[in-house]
């Protein structure tokens, strides 16, 4: 707790804000998310185009399905597929810049080599294809491993400029005459100067992740069985919900994800200027 308060103390207004929203999205996708309630997707489970009340607090939509609950859903998957991007993203980014950066030679080149092909991949066409093959139908995790095959290249390309300036440092040459292998130095020594990096870097993919999903799903390529963020905002457009005045079922996802966005760049600009802050005690 004297660590928090220390650091919440520490913190500039735009860590602190973009935190508290950050929080609040997350106690909303995986706390909320599992309070006993119907199944959101299914159609027909309430009447339709029900106003606001105390009992559908954000009404229903044509299809007679509850807009909170649907919501509440479709924050939950968008968070899923965010940070499983994130995670397999800058996890994969993060070993093979440092273990491109740290080896050289041959293995270098080659992994460079993969890495600028996937840097120079147009990512939009790819996904197209891939989600046209799914057929509309896939799950959130095949969603999110499709977006994490673009998600790992620049983490890598940015990663292994730091492991070439650490790796001329001399407690690496020590740990070469003890006779630690590459993937072990990599690990134990290189890895620990770039966990700050990689955390800033996992917010930011979080973020890029949910936006290319939500950007898909809105031009209509994400699965039609996935509830989304993007996907939500999609169904509401398709079914005529602003000339039905139905604006609280279009209105709740453009509000959630404008918020969480704003909540996400908060958190990842303030936490940049805490760490500049706290390099420059």
């Known amino acids: ?47 339709n185009k029900l ?18 609950w649907l919501l509440i859903e479709a924050i939950h998957n968008s968070l899923v597929i965010g940070l499983i ?8 980014g993060v070993f093979v810049g440092l273990l491109s950066g740290f080896a050289g030679g041959l293995l270098d080149r080659v992994l460079m080599i993969v890495t600028d092909t996937f840097v120079v991949i147009p990512s939009l ?29 620049w983490p890598s390309r940015q990663i292994r400029s730091m492991a070439l300036s650490i790796k001329e440092r001399d407690f690496i040459h020590t740990a070469k005459f003890s006779g630690e292998s590459t993937v072990q130095i990599v690990v134990t020594e290189i890895l620990p100067y770039a966990l700050t ?32 963020l993007g996907n939500m905002i999609q169904w509401a457009r398709s079914y005529n919900a602003i000339f039905n005045k139905q ?17 996400l760049f908060l958190l990842i600009t303030g936490y940049n200027d805490y760490l500049s802050m706290k390099r420059g005690r």
């Open 1 to 47: 707790m004297k660590k928090f308060a220390k650091f919440w103390k520490a913190a500039n207004f735009r860590l602190k804000f973009g935190l508290i929203v950050t929080l609040i999205f997350f106690i909303i996708g995986f706390v909320v998310y599992y309070v006993p309630h119907v199944n959101p997707f299914t159609f027909n489970t309430y009447p």
């Open 51 to 68: 106003g606001a009340s105390a009992e559908h607090w954000l009404g229903t939509t044509s299809m007679g399905q509850d807009v909170v």
């Open 125 to 153: 066409p790819i996904l197209i294809m891939m989600t046209s093959l799914m057929k509309g139908s896939s799950t959130t995790i095949v969603m999110a491993l499709v977006l994490a095959m673009f998600a790992w290249a």
């Open 85 to 92: 991007v994130a995670f397999l993203g800058t996890v994969v």
């Open 247 to 263: 604006y609280l079922w279009i209105g709740a996802p453009i509000v959630a994800t404008v918020i969480l966005f704003v909540g």
């Open 197 to 228: 990096w990689s955390l800033s870097n996992f917010m930011n993919a979080t973020l890029s992740a949910i936006g290319s999903e939500s950007s898909l799903a809105v031009l209509g390529l994400s699965p039609g069985n996935l509830v989304s």
